[in-house]
């Protein structure tokens, strides 16, 4: 008798989210999903969306103003050869070891 193989779906099924939402809060969204012309899960999910995206790229991007920027030029320039520990951290990486993390190389 031969083994029966069943065929995996290629699309994932969506995760879930479950909360509560003080009435008022739920009727300004309820609001402004209807002025938007979405339904109240496309909006929630689209805002939460759009959110996430802004507070990663908020994390993700670095702003300095005009000394710290003329700072960072100039560390950049400072032609000091690089410590011995340095050295070392950068072999470490190359062969792939770091402490408390791994990574291919």
């Known amino acids: ?43 929630a999910v689209s805002t939460l969306s759009e959110k996430a995206d802004e507070i990663i ?7 300095l103003d005009r000394d710290e920027f003329k700072f960072f030029l100039e560390v950049l320039d400072d032609a000091r050869a690089p410590s011995k520990r340095s050295l070392a951290a950068a072999k470490r990486y190359r062969r792939g070891r770091r402490e408390g993390a791994r990574h291919r190389v």
């Open 57 to 63: 790229a908020r994390h993700d991007t670095l702003l």
């Open 1 to 43: 008798m031969a083994a029966r193989q069943t065929k995996r779906a290629t699309s994932r099924k969506p995760d879930r989210m479950n909360f509560r939402l003080d009435p008022e809060i739920k009727e300004r969204v309820a609001r402004a999903a209807a002025i938007t012309g979405q339904g109240l899960t496309d909006f």
